[in-house]
């Protein structure tokens, strides 16, 4: 099994790396839907779609990302207009911020596939715009804010393992503990701080003061803590629908949402405050 994820991830990520690198905005638009579109078919599985449903779900979300790509009303150039991006992650950050603790804590499972369609529209076409938004303004750029995702990832990994004691969501994801929280927070506080001279290259344009480093760190925390509830929702998805894994794409690793569950939840806020702050 090792080495099967070991492989998956040698091929996967130069894969990844070269196409954020190499192809223009509307490529990597067009290439990243592709992924957001297999997601939203597990998605539909985790949800318990019934055929009909399952069916407009996933046609949905490809339909909504094409038009966003080449309706000439959504005036996708190097990017988008910026009322796109404030609109549509805008509401993907809220959803997260104000149903996704709220779902966990309840554990949530509406009858109904209305509410979890419409919730799963929001979450994968915020985090694909978002993600587009970013490698538009920079490769660098859209590479540094999943670094922030990845970090606290791993970083929560071997802290849990050495430290954790106490459970985070015992009947969600029992593996993950409040100690692996703190110590990828921790991580990404690190992270953050080697970022500051970067920050004029980047296309900061504000004073580089004390005051500003503390918002930034505390900021890119903020984010990270966000990829912590995104990977929880996943987790509970999962839970309810009694499968390990949301999928079987990625040999090793399980399916598309196991892999980008994290980011789901942060990059949306993550365009935002590239469009707040970064020329």
Known sequence: MLSTRILTAAVLIPLVLAAMFMLPPLAWGAVTLGLVVVGATEWADLAGFGKAAWWIFVAGTLIIGLNLLFSPLAA?????????????????????????????ASRWKP?????????GWIVLIGAWVAIVELQARSPWLVLAAMAIVWIADTAAYFTGRAFGRRKLAPHVSPGKTWEGVYGG????????????????????????????????????????????????????????????????????????????????????AAALLALAFLR
């Open 76 to 104: 996708f150039g190097a990017g988008w207009p910026s009322g796109i991006i404030v609109s549509v992650c805008g509401l993907a950050t809220l959803l997260w911020l104000f149903v996704g603790v709220p779902w966990l």
């Open 111 to 119: 009858a109904s596939p209305l509410p979890l369609a419409v919730a």
């Open 185 to 268: 927070l921790a991580a990404v506080g690190l992270y953050a701080l080697a970022l500051v001279p970067l920050a004029a290259a980047s296309g900061y344009t504000g004073a580089i003061s004390s005051l500003s480093v503390i918002v930034w760190i505390a900021l890119a925390i903020a984010l990270a803590a966000l990829s912590v509830v995104g990977d929880l929702c996943e987790s509970l998805l999962k839970r309810q629908a009694g499968v390990k894994d949301s999928g079987r794409l990625l040999p090793g690793h399980g399916g598309v949402l196991d892999r980008i569950d994290a980011l789901l939840a942060a990059m949306p």
